[in-house]
């Protein structure tokens, strides 16, 4: 391979097993593994994964290098050490966030994942310095494309139609676009700095089958994001890259963008599958209706910052408090957006990682994590300056990677929130960061240590935070065994208990709260259901049938105080829900109250008046006799077409004994 600041090589030739290892762990989310339909309110299996790799890691630099830990903290006092101490300041602000966060544990979730992301950098960037980083990471991207990218692929292959596989793409394979976004770049610079024919072809082929990947995975973002990705990586090497690689560029970009038109257009109009650009153009799918909520979880984000602008809610709290900042919202705003979107679905994030930040963490946090970003860009463009050769390819390919990750995660519910993501992003910005330190007139990289320390106490510090922070993810994963465990048990009281003990393993599991109401209720134990289904809800599950349940829950339990109180904290979050409007106003027409039952009911049909009507057929009289009503009455609609869905199943007419 020709040369450049740092070499691509490894210490032999054949396969990186290890790089294989950790690109199977990067994108073990994607095979199958026994879990409850409703998961813990945060993910902790890619956190678990990566915690138990960062710790083997060590562990075994270590033994091999007792001053491992001094070299891997000797950062200087350059823009390095400014970023690691700004970025270290964010994580120990998302740590005391947990102080006046409603769940103090989804804050260090977020602090944990930060501290993991800190350290994957300064270990990447040791090994590279160490001579080994960059083969090693490359090889680890390599295989990660060519996994994701053929296993996309062969989902549309084995699939009989489009149509049926489209949902089980987007959940599988879109949280990984961004992933790929941030790591092709710099896997396409390595194909051009190879040598060998071979390895050239089969880089390119691994490059090219990770981009078709990000196309297949339907994610949007992620493609817009890569697209100004690779034009940026691009123009830039051919702009100020050593003139050596301008025509391997011109080739390379040139492929690129014969493959990207080739399937956007073979799609568009060779093929009954849409294209990427049709997703965008809002052609194809439901991308209208998925554009417009996320334009509204980004208004009651907004709100949420504006409710909390210093200290925000805390961090990773954002679905906790997202049903307290819409009711704020729609104090205002009752009429935008005039219907209820979103009002069926738990939201866990806000679609766009620095207003999230925002929100969970204010002004504060948006700071600081900002910060570390300007000191990145200052010291790109004084290592532009300062630099005594031209800027190598791979320092351009892995700050476009970075580019495109920092674009996507203005339009992604991901981001930094997929450990993987994180994990990539830091070893691109790992590479980048040795990188510009050999672009610089001082071109001393040394790991030595900058300072006495002691080996042991780093390593019992290091050591102690990895194995509690892989106790409390795998505690996530005991949590979800016992719903497992109690899904199947027959007997309600021990489910219960499976139930309780799940949330004690895991605090921020208040799902296992709804499992357990879901019990209650089928028992006829409503008082009971109704404490639970309270609990569920206050912890991020008010949604419109939850509401409606707890609703029902206290009215069984001859407690309609609470259910009017249940009705009315709905209708302040979801004032243009049909169904919650049609819902209170029988309920005022139960409790005799018939001229507020009648204001609520017009309130209802001003909203949607086939839906009112359908609701109010289908809670009054049943979903047969809603049906046929619908059908001679063009201004009811039949129970199919009534939302939320998950409502409508549940309270169609139940089965007779003889019939189930």
């Not at 990000?214 to 990705?229: D, E, N, Q």
């Not at 830039?236 to 690129?256: D, E, N, S």
């Not at 900042?325 to 738990?346: C, G, M, Q």
Request: glycine residues 6%.
């Amino acid at each position: 391979m020709p040369d450049s600041p740092t070499k691509i090589r490894g210490r032999h030739s054949g396969i990186d097993w290890q790089a294989i290892v950790v690109a199977v762990m990067l994108v073990a989310m994607l095979f199958p593994l026994p879990q409850p339909n409703v998961q813990s309110n945060q993910p902790w299996r890619m956190e678990l994964l990566t915690t138990l790799m960062l710790l083997t890691a060590m562990t075994i630099g270590y033994l091999r290098d007792r001053a491992i830990f001094q070299k891997i903290f000797a950062i200087g006092s350059g823009p390095l050490f400014w970023i690691v101490g700004i970025l270290a300041a964010f994580t120990a602000w998302g740590l005391l966030s947990s102080v006046w966060a409603m769940s103090p544990y989804s804050a260090w979730h977020h602090t944990a994942i930060w501290a993991n992301y800190l350290l994957a950098f300064l270990y990447i960037r040791y090994l590279m310095i160490k001579g080994r980083g960059v083969t090693f990471i490359t090889a680890t991207f390599f295989w990660t494309a060519l996994i994701l990218g053929s296993l996309c692929l062969l989902e549309y292959l084995t699939s009989p139609e489009f149509a049926a596989v489209e949902g089980n793409v987007r959940l599988r394979f879109s949280k990984y676009a961004e992933l790929l976004i941030t790591a092709l770049p710099v896997l396409w610079v390595v194909s051009m700095y190879a040598r060998r024919k071979a390895v050239r072809a089969a880089v390119t082929v691994a490059s090219v089958i990770g981009w078709l990947g990000v196309m297949l995975s339907l994610s949007r973002g992620a493609f817009i994001a890569g697209v100004f990705g690779f034009a940026v990586m691009f123009g830039a090497i051919i702009l100020i890259g050593p003139p050596a690689f301008r025509k391997r560029t011109v080739i390379a970009a040139a492929i690129w963008v014969v493959m990207t038109v080739s399937v956007q257009f073979g799609f568009s109009f060779l093929s009954p599958i849409p294209s990427t650009a049709d997703y965008i153009s809002g052609s194809a799918g439901q991308g209208r209706e998925s554009s417009l909520a996320r334009v509204f979880i980004w208004k009651v984000g907004g709100q949420m910052a504006r409710d909390h602008m210093f200290l925000g809610v805390g961090a990773d709290n954002f679905g906790i408090a997202f049903n307290q900042s819409r009711a704020s919202y729609r104090v205002n705003r009752p009429d935008d957006p005039p219907d209820e979107r979103v009002a069926d679905k738990t939201i866990e994030r806000s679609h766009n990682e620095y207003l999230q930040i925002l929100a969970e963490l204010g002004i504060i946090g948006l700071l600081i994590f900002a910060a570390a970003f300007v000191v990145i860009g200052i010291w790109v463009v004084s290592a532009y300056r300062q630099r005594s050769v031209p800027f190598s390819p791979l320092l351009l390919g892995s700050l476009s990677g970075m580019a495109a990750f920092i674009v996507s995660s203005g339009i992604s519910s991901f981001s930094f929130r997929l450990a993987q993501n994180g994990m990539v992003f830091f070893a691109v910005f790992a590479i980048a960061a040795v990188e510009l330190g050999k672009t610089s007139r001082n071109r001393n990289v040394s790991v030595r240590p900058a300072g006495a320390g002691r080996s042991v106490l780093l390593f019992g510090i290091i050591s102690a935070y990895l194995l509690f922070a892989a106790s409390t993810f795998a505690l996530k994963g005991l949590a979800e065994y016992y719903v497992l465990a109690a899904n199947r048990e027959t007997d309600t009281e021990k489910a219960i208990s499976l139930y309780r003990k799940a949330y004690r393993s895991d605090p921020d599991y208040s799902a296992t709260y709804l499992f357990s109401s879901a019990r209650r209720y089928a028992d006829k134990d409503m008082a009971a259901a109704a404490a639970d289904i309270r609990f569920a809800v206050d912890r991020g599950f008010g949604v419109v049938l939850t509401y409606c349940v707890l609703a029902d829950s206290y009215q069984r339990a001859n407690d309609p105080v609470s259910a009017e109180r249940a009705l009315t904290e709905a209708l302040s979050i979801f004032p243009r829900s049909p169904l919650l409007r049609v819902k209170y106003a029988i309920f005022l027409a139960d409790a005799g109250r018939i001229n507020e039952s009648t204001v609520q009911f017009a309130v209802a049909r001003n909203i949607d008046i086939k839906q009112a009507n359908g609701w109010e057929y289908l809670l009054k009289k049943g979903s047969v006799a809603a049906f046929l009503a619908a059908r001679n009455d063009p201004s009811i609609a039949l129970p199919a077409e009534l939302v939320p869905d998950a409502a409508v199943r549940h309270y169609v007419d139940e089965l007779p004994d003889s019939a189930k």
